[in-house]
């Protein structure tokens, strides 16, 4: 009884709501830790991708097209592979609209997000791989901080846990007054009542913190080894679907099975053999991309007539004063006249 009460005073408590206003906008959390991640990964890919010799800008011209395809394809997953929560009996199919209430499959935003990186780097003659490589640690760091969203939207949870780091969910919802519907994850709770099975396990944060572990990982590596072709890329796929797989098997929360297994571990132990297999046969591709390559086919360190240190050469203009004409005769000897005359009232010198 003692023990249960400590357990009860150590654990994580759940924030009281997920949304604020300011008059008629609202501020989800969710959706603000979405866009943090965003800009971290873009902020932190930019500076490798310099540092790699890549162009300025990169990057950010890269997200314009990533970002959104992430997000479309992101949600297709989730609403794909949890389709009973938006189709059927009693269901409102415009409810897979709404982002802002959670809901985004980290692989259909990869899948889908590959294809807007892939564009944007066909268009600037960069390679995608090397671009992977460089957005990668930024990228699992965007996870994590987008794991805060499903912190304040009380999801992707455990199941019951008297550990000290047990987490409180409250119910957004009075069951006992059918008066108040159903807030939904991004409602006010009603008092501190604990949902039914509380604490849980806070499984948002074991990924947090695994995905923080998996960009040290991968930064560290690079740097050890030089990766390049991609194989930073892969290895954080292959990181981050080794801890995703336990985690999974963790929550408590509605999902679709595959042979009694949810359906995202499938798909987390498929992808993690094909993120290994991808980084053992990109070692074969020799080592990192020449920083040349990533300057994209618009940059003028590029052309044919650069010199050595990548400017291209200046060409002598008439107008800039660059080509110089040989004086006239009249004016060179007007020259040596004058210079004859200034030393012969010089002293002379002993």
């Known amino acids: ?33 979405i866009i943090v991640g965003i800009i971290v990964a873009i902020w932190w890919g930019e500076r490798r991708w310099i540092a790699r010799g890549g162009t300025k800008g990169a990057v950010v011209d890269m997200a314009v097209f990533a970002v959104p395809f992430g997000l479309v394809g992101g949600r297709l997953y989730h609403v794909i592979t949890d389709n009973q929560l938006y189709f059927g009996e009693g269901k409102n199919p415009l409810n897979a609209l709404k982002i802002w209430e959670g809901g985004l499959g980290i692989w259909g935003a990869i899948a889908l997000g590959a294809v807007g990186a892939w564009l944007a780097c066909r268009r600037r003659g960069i390679p995608l791989p090397a671009m992977a490589d460089a957005i990668a640690p930024g990228i699992v760091v965007a996870q994590a901080i987008g794991r805060l969203g499903n912190y304040f939207n009380q999801e992707l949870y455990g199941a019951h846990t008297d550990l000290p780091w047990g987490l409180e969910i409250y119910q957004r919802f009075d069951p006992g007054n059918p008066g108040i519907p159903d807030q939904g994850p991004t409602g006010v709770a009603i008092g501190h009542i604990p949902l039914e099975g509380s604490p849980v396990h806070p499984t948002f944060l074991y990924e947090l913190l695994w995905n923080l ?26 990181g981050y679907t080794l801890g995703r797989t336990w985690i999974e098997m963790m929550r408590s929360d509605n999902a679709n099975h595959i042979f009694g297994v949810r359906v995202n571990v499938w798909v987390s132990i498929l992808v993690f053999i094909g993120a290994v297999v991808y980084v053992v046969l990109a070692k074969a591709r020799g080592p990192r991309e020449l920083p040349e390559l990533l300057r994209g086919k618009d940059d003028p360190r590029n052309a044919p007539d650069a010199d050595a240190d990548g400017d291209a050469e200046a060409k002598p203009s008439e107008e800039d004063g660059a080509s110089e004409k040989p004086e006239s005769g009249e004016k060179a000897d007007e020259a040596v006249a004058g210079e004859k005359a200034e030393s012969g009232n010089q002293p002379e010198s002993r």
Not at 27 to 32: F, G, P, S, T, V
């Open 213 to 238: 572990a998996v960009a040290g990982l991968i930064v560290w590596a690079d740097r050890r080894f030089k990766l390049g072709h991609g194989r930073v890329f892969g290895l954080y796929v292959a």
């Open 1 to 33: 009884m003692i023990s249960a009460s400590v357990a009860h005073l150590a654990s994580i408590p759940s924030p009281d709501q997920g949304v604020w206003h300011i008059g008629p906008i609202p501020l989800r959390a969710y959706a603000i830790c």
